[in-house]
């Protein structure tokens, strides 16, 4: 398995707070993502980045910012979480482009904003 | 309309029965990816493919690409192949570091 992990893995918070999730990979993949996952809805791109302080926008990513300082590490923020972020998210990595290889999925966290 | 549309969406069996995923997409394509997604969330890639057929284990992909097709082919089935299974593509239009996702088979294999 590639080495990626997601925290926290599970977590409720209220409308209004701000949320960090933290996406940690050990591969030194150049291309990591986050994902949303909704009943309904294939898994859908926030954000991604395709390298240190490079990042760009997905179809989803109002309401979201992102960060990478790191290679190993990408970090999604909700400024101030809504009920409708509530969602199962992913992170993933790949080496190379997707026309070429095959992403790597964290284990995900469940977040709840009541 | 979805650009990636799996049929069926829900799908049961009988263990050591052969199953069939299929995904269509409107998109031209560089590549196309079949991931499985185990109750409990984890998500994993089978397959990556962008001709042909690949064969891993009990698994079968299989790509066409003047019809814009592909299947997933499960024989001799098993409990433990109960999951979602969700087809990706690699679209051309955007470059090559995205992927469009269908929603996913819903697959449960009974003993």
């Known amino acids: 398995d590639a080495g990626i992990t997601q925290s926290p893995r599970h977590k409720v918070t209220e409308t209004g707070t701000p949320v960090t999730l933290r996406c940690h990979q050990t591969e030194n993949h150049r291309y990591m993502y986050w994902y949303r996952q909704d009943p309904g809805h294939g898994l859908r791109l926030i954000h991604y980045s395709y390298g240190v302080k490079d990042t760009d926008k997905g179809e989803v990513s109002d309401g979201y910012s992102v960060s990478r300082s790191k290679t190993e590490d990408f970090l999604l923020t909700l400024e101030s979480a809504t009920s409708s972020q509530t969602s199962v998210y992913f992170c993933a990595i790949t080496s190379s482009p997707l026309s070429t290889d095959t992403q790597y999925f964290g284990p995900g966290t469940r977040l709840t904003v009541l | 309309k979805n650009e990636v549309e799996q049929s069926p969406q829900n799908l049961t069996a009988q263990e050591g029965e052969f199953i069939t995923i299929n995904c269509s997409y409107s998109v031209g394509i560089s590549a196309l990816h079949w991931l499985q997604q185990h109750p409990g969330g984890g998500i994993v890639s089978l397959f990556m493919?962008?001709?042909g057929k690949k064969k891993h284990g009990r698994l079968i992909a299989t790509i066409n690409i003047q019809e814009k097709h592909s299947s997933l082919h499960i024989t001799a089935s098993h409990p433990r192949d109960s999951a979602v299974y969700i087809c990706?593509?690699?679209?051309?239009?955007?470059?090559?570091?995205?992927?469009?996702f269908g929603t996913g088979t819903r697959l449960q294999v009974f003993p």
């Open positions: 990706a593509v690699t679209p051309l239009r955007v470059g090559t570091d995205k992927l469009i």
């Open positions: 493919l962008s001709s």
